[in-house]
């Protein structure tokens, strides 16, 4: 009797360590799984401790797990050793098995970019669709609405996340906020987080949404409300990738969570095969596979998966041994990305270019978020990080820093568009770089102003191809003119006589407008454009 409650303490003991673990651990109950193969070890490991443990202490007695120590301990020692080296054995083995090493042909498969036309797909540029910030000054400008917020302030904070997504047509970046403490999260879970951000892209606008009730379901949770955990408890079997926070077409808070997918071995091939949409209130779940998940979801591919993927397919194309030593035709994705909004998805960008790194890439790549739909573009030019040192070097004056770029149609030319920023993270001026003539770079205070810039640089011969058909010349008397100020900078507006069109004339590219007045003779190069001309030159 006293050596079975003994045993059945033990065997109490180990199973609420098993328990703490996996509380806190949370690892899928999956041979797909690595944290399940370390759970298997950690009992085996336990297991094999306690045999040789008692088979030392109390030789000739019965012992845990009710194994006779005189008799059979070197066969209990043998038994538990063995099933120990035979699990890390096959975890091993199938680590190996699943590598690019013996499947270099089915990874480099897993992508297949189709390739596209740029100019067709990529149609000149719509503003109210770019992004013009990144995600850094996304977070001053949640921060800053969150500091005005004197009634939260104290009791929250802005979380990182800042998932970029499409709302109605336009980029958006939106999170939730998070507990301020431990403390504060005991005096206010029982409401739940009150409100999340949403950050406009392309216009800067930034919102705190409210919410009743709040969000119950989040990363800054303890316990069962934690996203993670509340995840687990329900599907205990789901491999879950990165989570992002979404919004629906109604505003209601989801949290996206990506299954992810073993198509090669034991651990090879990874991808998403299904996805988890949570109600961040409700905690509702819904699960359904990848082709099924509603159009409003924008992220379910991370981005860092989408660029290995495409890397398995560039620098594989003549295997494994080859993407090592020779590395004859291979090609891999520049060293960062950006997103663009097209056809009411996210799109990932990236740049492709030799292994070799002479600074130059061979084309680009559009990869959509939601579905994997991958667009090879043959651009050759120049990388984004040359293009990033150039618009740099126009304005080394001023210190300022460019982000990322992304790559627009702008006049049917392929061009770098890159926000420049100053050392407290604000974006100060735009540039736009020709991709193919990337030492050839247009600066404004605007964006309009930078691409009227861009636009006259190329009708002088900045560009890869000819004069734009766009540009038009017109001369006349002004009629009228009239003076206004955008984000902070002067422009003059002229009607000229006999001509229904509008003049936008920024005065910090051609200050040359202030000799003229009502009764002048002008000449004038512009393009078309909503809702007003965009002046190109004047004469």
């Not at 989408?306 to 291979?330: P, R």
Request: glycine fraction near 8%; include cysteine.
């Amino acid at each position: 009797m006293k050596h079975w409650k003994r045993n059945a303490g033990i065997i109490l003991g180990v199973l609420i360590l098993i328990g703490i673990y996996y509380y806190i651990s949370l690892p899928a109950i999956n041979i797909h799984a690595s944290g399940f193969w370390v759970l298997v070890l950690v009992l085996l490991g336990v297991l094999l401790a306690e045999v040789l443990v008692k088979t030392a202490v109390e030789p000739g007695k019965k012992v845990g797990f009710g194994v006779l120590a005189k008799a059979k301990e070197k066969k209990s020692v043998k038994l538990v050793l063995g099933l120990f080296a035979a699990v890390l054995l096959v975890y091993l083995i199938g680590a190996v098995l699943s590598s690019p090493i013996v499947n270099a042909r089915k990874y480099q498969k897993l992508l297949e970019p189709e390739n596209r036309d740029f100019t067709e797909d990529i149609k000149e540029v719509n503003y109210n669709q770019i992004p013009l910030l990144d995600k850094d000054s996304a977070e001053l400008l949640g921060n800053r609405k969150m500091g005005s917020m004197v009634d939260m302030v104290s009791q929250f904070e802005v979380s990182s996340i800042y998932s970029q997504i499409n709302v109605n047509g336009r980029p958006v970046r939106v999170t939730p906020l998070v507990y301020a403490s431990p403390i504060k999260w005991l005096t206010n879970q029982k409401q739940g987080i009150p409100a999340y951000i949403t950050i406009d892209m392309a216009t800067q606008n930034t919102e705190l949404v409210k919410l009743s009730p709040g969000i119950r379901y989040s990363q800054s949770e303890y316990f069962n409300r934690n996203i993670y955990r509340h995840l687990r408890f329900r599907y205990p079997t789901y491999i879950f990738d990165q989570l992002s926070f979404e919004i629906d077409d109604e505003g209601t808070p989801y949290w996206i969570c990506p299954v992810k997918e073993f198509t090669i071995g034991l651990f090879g091939g990874q991808t998403i095969g299904k996805v988890v949409l949570c109600n961040a209130v409700t905690g509702e779940c819904t699960s359904m596979p990848v082709e099924d998940c509603p159009t409003w979801v924008d992220r379910v591919y991370p981005a860092d998966l989408l660029i290995e993927l495409y890397d398995y397919h560039g620098t594989l194309v003549n295997g494994f041994f080859n993407s090592i030593l020779g590395q004859k035709g291979c090609l891999k994705t520049t060293e960062g990305y950006n997103y663009l909004a097209l056809d009411d998805d996210v799109w990932v960008y990236t740049g492709v270019t030799s292994v070799s790194g002479d600074r130059s890439n061979v084309g680009f790549v559009l990869i959509n978020q939601r579905t994997r739909e991958t667009r090879y573009y043959e651009v050759a030019g120049a990388e984004e990080y040359s293009a990033m040192e150039s618009a740099e070097g126009q304005v080394q004056n001023l210190g300022y820093r460019a982000t990322f770029p992304l790559l627009l149609n702008i006049a049917d030319e392929p061009t770098y568009f890159i926000a420049l920023k100053d050392n407290a993270g604000l974006v100060k001026k735009y540039a736009m770089v020709n991709i193919q003539k990337y030492q050839n770079v247009a600066i404004g205070d605007t964006v309009a102003s930078c691409e009227q810039t861009y636009i006259k640089m190329l009708k002088t011969g900045g560009g890869s191809s000819s004069t734009p058909q766009d540009i038009q010349k017109i001369q006349g008397v002004i009629k009228k003119i009239a003076q206004g100020v955008i984000e902070g900078n002067t422009h003059f507006y002229l009607v000229l006589e006999n001509s229904e069109l509008i003049f936008d004339v920024p005065l910090a590219d051609f200050m040359e407008v202030l000799r003229y007045d009502v009764g002048d003779e002008i000449s004038i190069e512009y393009s078309q454009g909503e809702p007003v001309s965009s002046v190109l030159d004047i004469g």
